[in-house]
């Protein structure tokens, strides 16, 4: 597996405290962030946060998905969206924890685009997708992460996602 983690410091640690975060982040917690709720949250735990570089989570990926269902009844596979939409989801959390926000303060991170995307081993039922993203670019609040997703300690799936943070009431 090629998943280089960046080792969490002491002030990594106070500056998640600060925010009254503790890791392990379950999906409670994950809600101050994250505007999705079941079935379309991809991520079940954030393990891992260096602000301002990055984040480290991972999905279960149960037999009972409702997308196993058309994807393929035969042969189920994750489809690979999915898989870039969870690397959006955790990239957006990232986003919110370095600047210190959440959902309630009135911003979100939108997915705005993706680069570079590569499938090259598929995600099964019971596999856990392990995911890593780590912060290329922050510019005028457009937000670019190197991600990649791990099963069975090979690489599913990497991209470059965008992200751009908004006003929520701009949405309406």
Do not use: W
């Not at 735990?45 to 570089?53: K, L």
């Amino acid at each position: 597996m090629d998943m280089t983690m960046t080792a969490m410091s002491d002030e990594d640690k106070a500056f998640l405290a600060e925010q009254g975060l503790v890791l392990p982040m379950n999906t409670e917690q994950m809600q101050r962030y994250l505007p999705h709720r079941y079935p379309f949250v991809m991520i079940d735990r954030v393990t891992s946060i260096v602000p301002h570089q990055q984040i480290v989570g991972y999905k279960n990926v149960s037999h009972n998905e409702a997308f196993f269902n058309g994807h393929f009844p035969e042969q189920p596979l994750m489809p690979g969206v999915l898989m870039v939409e969870a690397m959006a989801q955790l990239a957006g959390i990232l986003g919110f924890v370095s600047d210190k926000s959440e959902l309630s303060d009135g911003g979100i991170y939108l997915f705005a685009g993706v680069d570079k995307v590569r499938f090259k081993h598929q995600v099964l039922p019971g596999d856990r997708l392990q995911i890593v993203a780590d912060s290329l670019v922050n510019k005028r609040n457009i937000y670019k992460y190197s991600c990649k997703a791990f099963a069975d300690d090979k690489l599913a799936c990497s991209a470059e996602v965008m992200l751009v943070k908004q006003d929520r009431d701009a949405l309406r």
